[in-house]
Structures are given as C-alpha cells and as structure tokens.
C-alpha cells in the first residue's frame, strides 16, 4: 500500500566559510541526553577572503542524520553530528543485488520527486511512475523511462487522452509486448477520489483506451496483466459504469471492457499475483470469491471463485509475489496460518500452509522481488530479524536471515524492479545507498564528491574546526580511528588519520575555537590533559598539553568565541573566571581571569558571534542585563549592556552568524523580527527586523554560514523550500530559493 506524498527534492553539497570567530554552538539542556545538540562551526580565518572571492556552486550530500559542527579547509568540506551515512539518491536508485552498490558505468536518475511503481522495460531499464515532473533535469510529468545506465530514454508519454484522468503521472503500471498500462495518481473530483486507467501503445504512444474509476475511500492499489486479463485491486467501488464490480475486477486488455468476471470482495485488495489458472488476492477482506478469506485468498482467473487454498492472515496482506512453489506474502499482518509471523511469511502455494521460514520485520512490508541471490524486501521497516534495515533488505531464502546486503533508505519503499542483473528500487525516501561515515565526513566543495576522509568516530562529534594541516574535534566519543580518543582528537585533514595530539577529556567536549597556537574547549569535563579542569581549558595545539590558563567554569560551557584581545563563553555557568557571572562572560587570555564585561543572562548561552565591538548572542535566555531580550541580544564589547537590536525570537536561538549587514540566524523558534520564519531568519543588523529571505525549513536549524551569495544550513530538517536538504542544504543569501546541485559519488 503506497502512501502518496509530493514532495519535490534536491539537494546541494556546501562550501563553508565562517565569518566569525567561534560562530555557532548549542548544548541541550538536559545533560544526559543522549541526542546532544552542541554545534560549533569555525574556519581558517585567513582563508575567508580568498574563498569568498571564488566563483563556487556549492552541492551537499545528504547525511542519515543531524549535522552538528562544519568546516571548510582549503578545497574541503568537513561535517561532524550524529550521522552513519553521508551521500546517496533521492527517490529512485539503481542498486546491484549482489552488493548493494551502484553498478559499475551506472549514474542513479535524479528524479525530483517520489516514484511509486516501476516495471522493466525487456531491454535492461525500467519504465518509472510518480509524481515528479523532472528526470535528470528534463521534464518528464509523473512517467519516464530509464536506461540500464541510469540515462533517461527519449521516450516520453505527454499528456494525452480526453478526459479529466488523463495520463499525467504514474501510480501502478504494468506492460503486455507493446502495451503498457498506467493507472494514474488518485485525485479528488466533486467529493470522490477518482483514477483513469489507461492503456497505451509503447511504439506509437497512441492511447488504445481508458476508464475511470471512482471511490469515496481509496485508490486502486494493484494491477496485474494475463493473457487479455487485466486485473485491477483496490478500493474502488464502481469502476467505469459497473457499480457491481467492487475491490477486484478484470479488464479486457484489448477492448478496455469491465469482464463478466466477479469474485465480490467485500474490502481492500491491495496485491494480486498469478499462477496458471490461479490468482493469488491479498488486501483487507474477509470475504472473496464466495467464501470467508481473512485478507488472503486463491481465486480461479475463470470463475472468481476461492478455492480451499486458505493461509487466514489477521491482518493487511500489502504485497504478494510467487517464486516456484512458493508463495511469498507481505503486509501489516503478525499472524498467519496460526503462526507468528511480523509482516512476511512464506506460504505453500498448492497447501496453504506457512513455513518455517521467519525473517521477522517490525513495519510494513509494501514490495517483494525473489532472485537467486535471496528475497528483497521494501517497505517501512528498520529492522529485520533484529538487525538494523532501514526500509529495504535481502532475505536468505533458506534460513530467513538477514544478509549483509544493506543500501540503506531514509524514507518508505514503494516498488523494487529488477531488469536483467540490475535493481531499481522506487519510494518516498530522499537518501539511498550512502557511503558509511560514522559522525565525521568529507566532500568537495565544488563538485560535491565525498572523498575518502573517513576517521570513524563511535560517537557524536559535536564541534569541528580546521587549524593548517589539522582537522579538530570535541564531541562525546571515546575511540576515532581505531584508538582510544576520549572527547576530544586531532584528525590529519588530508588522510583522515588520527594523530598522536590526545588531550583525553573525562568527559565531553561541546565547544572548540582557536587562537595563536592554542585550542581552546568548553564543555562538561572537570579533567583534562591529566589536570584538573572545570568545563574550560586551552592547550598547546601542537603537543596536546593542556597550558597553565585556568579560568574554571561551575558548569558547562557550549560556547566560545575569540575577539577584541579575550575569549568569550557561554554557558550555563554562574562562575567563570574566579568571578559571578551568569552564563556569558569575557576571559583574559594570558590569566584567565574574567574582565568587568558582565552582560549578565537568566538563560542559557549557546551561541556567540563577535563582530567588530559587538557580541551578538543566542540561547534560551529571556533577559540580558536586565533588559528583556528573548533569546538573541546584541552586546557592547565595552560596556556589557544590550544595544537596541532586538529580534525578539519566540523560542531558543543555536546559531547567528553577520554577514555584511545580515544577521543569519538559526535555531528552534517560529517567530522572530516580527515576521514567521521557521527555524532560520535573516534579520536587518541595525533594527533587527526580519528581510524577505524566508527558505521554509521543516526542523531545527543548529548551524549556519555563508560563502559568497550563499548561505549553508546543518540540523536536523529533512526539507528547505520543499525540497529535500537532509541534514545539510544551502540557498541563496538574497532570493532564498535553494541552490541546485549534482549527484555525488565517492572521489
């Protein structure tokens, strides 16, 4: 059962340049989470103007999950967060069954939105349905055709037809030698969901008929061709002028005329197969064919009847498939033929009877494809037999067991189709098929590829900045590369390396900034380096010594930033510095001391941004000196009192960052400037109002920074301006309209 979801994507790797020192920093709250919401960003400052200047499109490669720190170094890109996978396709890919990969000479379609159904075309590609209105950046309105190599053939099925169902998408599709039929994508008309199914002539794209189906509830979910059967399952309950033909019907290939042919279910048909004379119905029913059938049933292609053939599942049957003697069902089920079986099973195809065969599946099971290699399954699910699959895997056929076969989706699967010793797998999601990079990647910033640069973190890296040769990271790992890192390490940039520099934190790191040869970090550790150190240290950047500077924070620290001859931090702290002060205070760099700057904040501080004598500041504080200021304030580096600019955010800010006379801002509020802008805003840096910029984000923003006329987001949204930007995504810094991109592959 597809669930219909437009949602028109792209993606776009980014260049990343940070205009401020320090910019950006988050720590949740809640101090044992375990999603930790810490972000720092931070560059070469020296390199700013030299890749400002550069003439760059920036691509992104979505990632599986949140992007919490970025940097940009040189030619690279570096991203750390809490992500497995970085890379892969959106909604349409084409997978080797046998490993799992993009086939060799093979480049994935782009395909900007979901596929729903394919079927090979008998020549190595596929014919593809949907709703998408572009293939490889050509239009093609909901029907394509793809090679074996992922090119886009120049058949195209435009709109043709003569009534309001006219094909203009693709919902199920099924081929007979020239023929293929489409059933198009349900809409509602006058209160009724209504569908045209069509049958067309491959060679001339003449239209040979079409007739209209209509419900109140559901679509047609399957169609099926045998012989001059066409055989049509849903919930449909009339279909063209035959109001007895309710659920399952067939249709003569020919002529497109409803058949005498009738078994009268009386609920959902979802999935059809066929075995010589035999029909195998699976759905919602409790009555088919004459005789009471739980959701699966064996009716005569000739008389409609039920035969004995009777598995009783005791709940939805969404897809079954046959291989020899076996039949293999798929659903929402948990039970069938008396036995526990979560949502697959294997069923005798002349007993009814289920087998021992058990892959066990925890969501929905919506395609089934059977080759020699194994049993491919799609759906909504994340687990089978216990091990993590999220939405498509390969079933041993003998044992039930999960193979090592893992491409890996973030959204549902719709429909697999293999076409010679090629698969293409179609659905909802906007990932497949990434390259495994556990919490720290790296990709080119012009081309978008992901380059070999994989340290291995075994877990979040929450700040990440890119000193000369280095690449360091703070976060809540304890083991990079296959050594014993806690916290905090230093990665070669070029090799991916870990190298000898090992300050080893208690506990973990949130915060990173950098300033004449010394790493400054915050967080939660009250050890480090062998010394005592209360959520604040600096060490030598390149022995890994931690320096006699000692400023000693009563809590945590998630925010850094160096300008104006100190480090300012932010926190949670009430005491840093040998002195009171309340979450955001300066420090003397050479004593550590706090200065008399005392901004004083009833909140936390997650995020600071200098920016000539100001400091600008975002958090979940509502007053700032005693001024009400609502989760961002702008502070005079002099006095320490709030000047006039006051967005007025309606919930906690993560990150600002100052551009010209633009202040980005990021974070988890709906409202601020006096405007709605969701998660992100451009704000005036004088009154504090919000520009026209608005990019529609649909999660929380942790991190942003801009490079020439671009601006680069990191968090935990899936979608900017409907399209897809998992994770990581750009737009441009005066329309808002996202910035397009290429697909990306491993360097």
């Known amino acids: 059962m597809r669930t219909i979801t437009k949602r028109l994507f792209y993606f776009i790797p980014a260049l990343v340049i940070s205009l401020c020192a320090g910019c950006g920093d988050l720590y949740n709250d809640i101090l044992d989470s375990e999603k930790l919401l810490v972000l720092n960003i931070t560059s070469n400052p020296a390199?700013?103007?030299?890749?400002?200047?550069?003439?760059?499109?920036?691509?992104?490669?979505?990632?599986?999950?949140?992007?919490?720190?970025?940097?940009?170094a040189g030619d690279t890109v570096y991203i750390g967060g809490s992500f497995t996978r970085v890379g892969g396709y959106s909604y349409g890919a084409i997978i080797d069954p046998v490993t799992g990969d993009i086939p060799a000479g093979v480049t994935p379609p782009i395909i900007n939105g979901p596929v729903y159904t394919s079927i090979p075309d008998g020549t190595g590609g596929w014919y593809i349905g949907g709703a998408f209105t572009t293939v490889n950046g050509q239009a093609r309105r909901g029907i394509a055709r793809i090679n074996g190599d992922g090119s886009l053939n120049e058949w195209d099925l435009t709109c043709i037809g003569k009534c309001p169902y006219y094909i203009s998408d693709g919902y199920l599709m099924a081929k007979n030698n020239n023929t293929i039929f489409i059933v198009s994508i349900p809409r509602i008309y006058a209160g009724m969901m209504r569908q045209g199914i069509s049958a067309v002539d491959i060679k001339t794209k003449e239209l040979l008929w079409e007739l209209e189906t209509s419900s109140i509830g559901c679509p047609i979910e399957a169609i099926l061709v045998n012989g001059t059967n066409l055989f049509v399952g849903g919930s449909f309950t009339h279909l063209a002028n035959n109001y007895d033909r309710k659920y399952l019907a067939a249709i003569n290939t020919s002529s497109g005329k409803v058949k005498t042919w009738n078994p009268r279910a009386n609920g959902v048909v979802y999935a059809l197969a066929i075995k010589g004379f035999t029909l195998y119905a699976g759905g919602g029913f409790t009555n088919i064919g004459g005789k009471p059938r739980n959701c699966i049933a064996a009716l005569s292609t000739l008389t409609g009847n039920a035969s004995?053939?009777?598995?009783?599942?005791?709940?939805?049957?969404?897809?079954?498939?046959?291989?020899?003697?076996?039949?293999?069902?798929?659903?929402?089920?948990?039970?069938?033929?008396?036995?526990?079986?979560?949502?697959?099973?294997?069923?005798?195809?002349?007993?009814?009877?289920?087998?021992?065969?058990?892959?066990?599946?925890?969501?929905?099971?919506?395609?089934?494809?059977?080759?020699?290699?194994?049993?491919?399954?799609?759906?909504?699910?994340?687990?089978?037999?216990?091990?993590?699959?999220?939405?498509?895997?390969?079933?041993?056929?003998?044992?039930?067991?999960?193979?090592?076969?893992?491409?890996?989706?973030?959204?549902?699967?719709?429909?697999?189709a293999v076409s010679g010793v090629k698969m293409f797998v179609g659905g909802n999601f906007s990932r497949i098929n990434g390259e495994v990079r556990n919490h720290a990647a790296a990709f080119d910033v012009i081309t978008g590829k992901i380059k070999p640069w994989n340290p291995d973190a075994d877990g979040n890296i929450i700040s990440l900045i890119a000193v000369d040769n280095s690449v360091y990271i703070g976060g809540q790992f304890n083991n990079i590369g296959g050594k014993n890192r806690n916290y905090i390490a230093e990665i070669d940039r070029f090799t991916g390396q870990v190298t000898e520099w090992n300050p080893n934190?208690?506990?973990?790191?949130?915060?990173?900034?950098?300033?004449?040869?010394?790493?400054?970090?915050?967080?939660?550790?009250?050890?480090?380096?062998?010394?005592?150190?209360?959520?604040?240290?600096?060490?030598?950047?390149?022995?890994?010594?931690?320096?006699?500077?000692?400023?000693?924070?009563?809590?945590?620290?998630?925010?850094?930033?160096?300008?104006?001859?100190?480090l300012y931090a932010g926190g949670r702290f009430t005491e840093i510095g040998g002195e009171r002060r309340r979450r955001i205070a300066a420090l003397d760099l050479i004593s550590g001391e706090a200065t008399s700057w005392n901004p004083d904040s009833d909140g936390c501080v997650y995020t600071l941004c200098v920016h000539g004598e100001t400091v600008y500041a975002g958090g979940s504080f509502n007053r700032i000196n005693n001024e009400t200021r609502n989760h961002a304030a702008a502070i005079s580096t002099s006095s320490g009192k709030v000047i006039s600019w006051n967005p007025n955010a309606d919930n906690d800010v993560y990150s600002i960052l100052i551009s010209g006379d633009t202040v980005f801002m990021a974070g988890n509020f709906r409202n601020t400037g006096g405007q709605l802008r969701n998660y992100f805003a451009a704000l005036d840096v004088y009154s504090g109002n919000a520009l026209s910029i608005c990019p529609v984000l649909n999660d929380k923003v942790y991190a942003i920074t801009v490079t020439g006329s671009v601006v680069i987001t990191g968090g935990s949204f899936t979608i900017t301006g409907n399209k897809p930007g998992n994770g990581i995504t750009g737009f441009d810094a005066v329309s808002g309209k996202p910035v397009s991109w290429s697909p990306n592959t491993i360097q």
């Not at 700013?48 to 970025?70: C, K, S, Y």
């Not at 294997?346 to 892959?359: F, H, K, Y």
């Not at 399954?377 to 037999?385: E, H, M, P, R």
């Not at 970090?521 to 006699?548: E, L, Q, W």
């Open 308 to 416: 004995s053939w009777n598995p009783n599942a005791d709940s939805a049957i969404n897809k079954i498939t046959i291989d020899g003697t076996l039949v293999y069902a798929g659903g929402i089920f948990t039970r069938i033929g008396n036995h526990r079986r979560n949502r697959i099973a294997s069923i005798n195809a002349l007993t009814g009877i289920v087998t021992t065969w058990n892959p066990d599946v925890n969501d929905n099971v919506d395609s089934i494809v059977v080759i020699d290699k194994g049993v491919y399954l799609g759906g909504a699910f994340t687990t089978v037999g216990g091990k993590n699959r999220d939405r498509i895997a390969c079933v041993d056929p003998i044992s039930g067991n999960s193979t090592s076969w893992n491409p890996d989706a973030n959204g549902s699967i719709n429909d697999i």
């Open 47 to 72: 390199e700013t103007e030299e890749q400002e200047n550069e003439n760059l499109t920036p691509l992104v490669p979505p990632t599986n999950g949140l992007v919490q720190a970025i940097a940009v």
């Open 505 to 566: 934190a208690d506990n973990h790191v949130y915060t990173l900034s950098f300033s004449e040869h010394t790493i400054y970090a915050g967080g939660g550790f009250t050890a480090i380096g062998g010394k005592a150190r209360s959520g604040i240290a600096a060490i030598d950047s390149a022995t890994g010594n931690v320096t006699s500077w000692n400023p000693g924070a009563n809590d945590w620290v998630s925010s850094l930033a160096v300008g104006n001859g100190v």
